[in-house]
C-alpha cells in the first residue's frame, strides 16, 4: 500500500524577535504589577505536630562533619565494613516486615 502526500506542508512561523534598539529604545512596554499577599494558616493539630517533630529533629554535629571531610580529603577515611554490613541486614528485615503487613 503506498501513501500519497498531497499539498504542501506548512512550514514554520518565523518568529521576530525584537532587536536591542526596540528593547533599549523608545518601544519599552510597560509592565505593571500587582503585589499580592500570601497567608497560611495552621490548624491546632498542625501545630502541635510542629511542636513535637520539631522538638526530634536530630541536630548536626558540625565538628563531626568536619572531621569526616577532612579524612576524606586526606584519605584516611575508613569504612567498618562489618557495622555496615549489620546495618544493611537490620535495614532489609524491617523493609521485609513493613511489606509483609
Do not use: C, H, W
Not at 498531497?6 to 536591542?20: D, L
Not at 517533630?53 to 562489618?82: F, Q
Amino acid at each position: 500500500m503506498a501513501i500519497e502526500i498531497t499539498g504542501r506542508a506548512n512550514s514554520p512561523t518565523p518568529i521576530k524577535t525584537p532587536s536591542k534598539a526596540e528593547v533599549d529604545g523608545e518601544k519599552k512596554v510597560a509592565i505593571t504589577t500587582t503585589e499580592k499577599s500570601d497567608s497560611i494558616a495552621l490548624t491546632a493539630a498542625t501545630q502541635e505536630m510542629k511542636k513535637t517533630l520539631g522538638s526530634a529533629t536530630p541536630r548536626v554535629d558540625i565538628d563531626r562533619v568536619n572531621a569526616v571531610k577532612k579524612a576524606l580529603a586526606d584519605g584516611s577515611y575508613s569504612v567498618n565494613t562489618e557495622k555496615t554490613a549489620k546495618k544493611l541486614i537490620q535495614f532489609e528485615k524491617l523493609m521485609s516486615q513493613e511489606n509483609s503487613t
